[in-house]
């Protein structure tokens, strides 16, 4: 599913052809992507309204609208927003979830093929109390190393399960949770309390740069992730360990070791070295 610097990039992209514009006609083909909210609400907070702001936050899209509330967006594993310039094909208007008009003949689109991402529709209020649950942006300017080690050291959990915890950090998933582990050469079951500051530091370090590098990236494309300009990321290039079980270990030619033992999701990893730097 799309992480950090995957929705950054949609976010980037989109904010600029959607700033000041105004929706119009909305439509939402299937609810089942609706959490906590309904058709009528929704397609009443966004007809008329302009957007008056877009941000990021976790792996959130936020759009917000000059009728006071936030359309937020998790795009799921196959989720995309996108602005189309030319009416829909049909191809495009089978996917496509959640539409409105912006006038002089464009469209903005949320797609999603199999609907796995979510639409919330919240307040001020409810953004608010939603927000303060999720942890803090690592790429914060005041996002500190001793703020990090702090949400680390509350936690006998893996360390990979902590970093991906969005209670902990916003916006780290699976793919950058593995790269940021084999650059701070750490071993992902490492109970996350166990960290010492050392290794703290470079796990820290690992994981700003990996995302802002994946942001400069535009994101990682798999399959189905696109861009806001509908085109594909491209830091699937860059990949050291995520998707590359049985392969050399760029660092020392070891082939890299696959496990869905830590936290049921795919962890691929260096035995040799992330082995415990305790
Ligand atoms: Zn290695």
């Not at 109390?129 to 050291?153: K, T």
């Not at 790269?179 to 079951?189: G, K, M, Q, T, V």
């Not at 820290?204 to 990236?217: K, N, P, Q, S, T």
């Not at 050291?240 to 030619?253: A, I, L, S």
Request: proline share 4%; hydrophobic share 40%; net charge positive.
């Amino acid at each position: 599913m799309p992480e950090l610097p995957e929705v950054e990039t949609i976010v980037r992209e989109l904010a600029p052809r959607l700033l000041g514009r105004r929706f119009r006609h909305p439509r939402l083909s299937h609810t089942d992507v609706l959490y906590h909210t309904n058709r009528r609400k929704v397609l009443r907070a966004l007809d008329g309204s302009r957007v008056t702001g877009m941000t990021r936050r976790a792996k959130h899209a936020v759009i917000q609208l000059s009728s006071g509330y936030r359309l937020v967006v998790q795009p799921g594993m196959t989720g995309s927003l996108l602005v189309y310039d030319a009416p829909l094909t049909e191809n495009q208007q089978r996917y496509a979830v959640l539409q409105a008009s912006l006038g002089s003949g464009e469209t903005f689109v949320y797609r999603d093929v199999r609907r796995l991402g979510t639409l919330l529709l919240l307040d001020d209020r409810s953004w608010e109390a939603y927000s303060a649950r999720i942890g803090p942006e690592p790429l914060a300017d005041d996002f500190s190393v001793e703020a990090f080690r702090r949400a680390m050291a509350g936690s006998r959990q893996a360390l990979k399960k902590v970093i991906m915890d969005q209670r902990k950090l916003a916006g780290v998933g699976n793919i950058y949770a593995n790269e940021a582990l084999f650059i701070a050469r750490l071993d992902p079951s490492l109970p996350a309390n166990r960290l010492d500051a050392a290794g703290a530091a470079r796990l820290y370090r690992a994981v700003r740069d990996i995302l802002a590098g994946a942001i400069r990236a535009k994101g990682t494309t798999f399959r189905d992730y696109r861009t806001g300009n509908g085109k594909r990321g491209s830091f699937q290039f860059s990949l050291k360990v995520y998707g590359r079980e049985g392969e050399p270990c760029r660092r020392c030619r070891t082939p890299l070791a696959f496990t869905h033992a830590i936290d049921g999701r795919a962890t691929t990893f260096c035995w040799r070295c992330q082995a415990v730097v305790r």
